[in-house]
């Protein structure tokens, strides 16, 4: 097979780390481009579990490293799926798994960008290529997938409470076994990191905690915990482990090899054993070290896991490492598409087509149009600068945007103090990652009625990324909490004009829309305020005098679809003449538009159904059905059927959002499917 064009890396290990017979053409290379054809592999095609590298020598384990690196680089390009943070841990995986022995040793993986080496390592080469597709590998770590995936991830500063859970329960039943938790500098600024850590130390529990520091997360890591990891960097020196697993403070020798992160000019003072957080905790602490020099992990790793106690690992690596254009841009490559296929044939001149915008850059130009009119507008997001849309806003409004880093439930509550002070702040979130805000935004947003608006980014079905991801929780974890106003646009100018409305409103707002590119509607200026609580009829299909009247209740995107399943009812031979069809764009979740329901009811409609990408137990469907049951008189005379389309009570698969929206029965074919059974 063709391998990739590359060029020898300019920064190389020592020759005293690595064995002599191994030529320095092969340590860790740089690939400029994704190879499009399977690259020669020897070495990685022998493994096919951990145990076939426990006879590898560091020679043969760092020419592993290439290969496995590049194997990566061609099974990224196949699959699309996160990428930099997978290539800046080959070289840690290699020797945890060299180290370790797993799966009775537990390795636990925070978040689960980095995880696609150690799915390599453990029997799923072959099936690389598929990760993300419908029926292929998941996009993160998940037990039920292999033996070696200790904990099922996907929400990030995880690992360290698992992993302590895996431990204690170890020693409770007597079993001499290594817990191995793998965290990122990003994740851990998230607070549920440090109360695991605090708890490890009060337990005493025999816990090793690999930090890998490559000061970024999804984007560059911010703060003091940041700072506090580039003052250990900058001082020179680290705290080694002597052969009898103490520490000792020594001159880092790579000190002038690695300079791409000096974020403070002053000088540094030789640092003391103790001046480290993780000490000041309780931890044994070692590092940093190169993350990329296998003989130095394998020499510290060893040492480190027999040490009793807590213990946590400093390593410090290169996010995209091995491709030069990650290397430059982590950002960028955190992750990619899959390679467009060739296409050999004549270009033609084709017409310039408008692209559709996605709903982040609808919400980023509200941002920015607003806060330029408004001095009051704050905007808040838990390191999700760039997935919210919100990168110019940073950059024309930079006293205005506070990014929190990995931190959901002090952005609320940041938010919540903000709105006391008289200034409107807005809470730029994911759904999935709103569910752990949740008390926050109850406790100390809600409940005190404050004039906080939440941007709920990657609603519903979220495709690629699986359940770890989906947004699918937010109608029902959102309309029991009174004083909340929920919003569901149709199409990306309706959002805009959502997302004004719900800003100028005074209380607790929440404006939901999904991932990715709307149904390229033109945005008008200028900005609108729509009425709190109505709805919109979209269409009217059939007569007045059909003997069966449907009203189909469309919430947020799933407007687009009604309108085009209702036109299916409409042309089928057996109900063109027999049903009168009203499409309705709800808009609002919460408020409902009770009095059209009231309306429509009066009207003779004879069945309803609610269409919603959320799942149906608690969702707006329920929402309806509650009202109708409890309150409305109108259906208590004339009691028209109901049915509630929407998604079934089960965790959704990872595939493409096609695929996840036809296996829910919620693509056009599925809902008029649902229909019809309805009218029947």
Known sequence: MQQSPHSPQSQSLSASAVDSAVPLSKLQQTYAVIPRERPQTPLLDSVDSPADLKNFSSAELITLADELRLFVLYSAGQSGGHFGANLGVIELTIALHYLLDTPQDQIVWDVGHQAYAHKVMTGRRDQLGTIRSKTGLTAFPERAESVYDTFGVGHSSTSISAGLGMSLALRYQGRAQTVACIIGDGAMTGGMAFEAMNDAVQQDADLMVILNDNDMSISCSIGGFSRHLAMLWESGYQVDISDAGEPILCQRPDMQAFDRRKRHKEQRDVPQLEDNLFKAIGFTYFGPFDGHNIPELLRVLSLAKQVKGPVLVHIYTTK?????????????????????????????EKAAIKPSLKYSQVFGQFLCDKAAQDKKLLAITPAMEEGSGMIEFARQFPERFFDVAIAEQHAVTLAGGMATQGVKPIVAIYSTFLQRGYDQLIHDVALQNLDVMFAIDRAGLVGEDGATHAGVFDFAFLRCVPNMLIAAPKDENECYHLLNTCYEYQGCTAVRYPRGVGTGATITQPAQIYNIGEAVIESVLGTDDAPKKLALLAFGTMVETAQKAAGMIAKYPLSASSCQLHVVNMRWVKPLDTNLIETLIEQGVTHIATLEEHMIMGGAGSAVN?????????????????????????????GSQAEQLADCGLDVEGVFNQLQNLLS
């Open 626 to 654: 509650e009202y109708l049951l409890n309150e409305s008189a109108a259906f208590k005379i004339h009691r028209p059927a109901i049915c509630n389309i929407g998604i079934p009570d089960r965790f959704v698969a990872h």
């Open 320 to 348: 995209g490492k091995g491709f030069a254009p990650a290397e430059l841009d982590p950002v960028g490559y955190h992750a990619i598409s899959s390679l467009p296929a060739e296409d050999n044939a004549p270009k033609t």
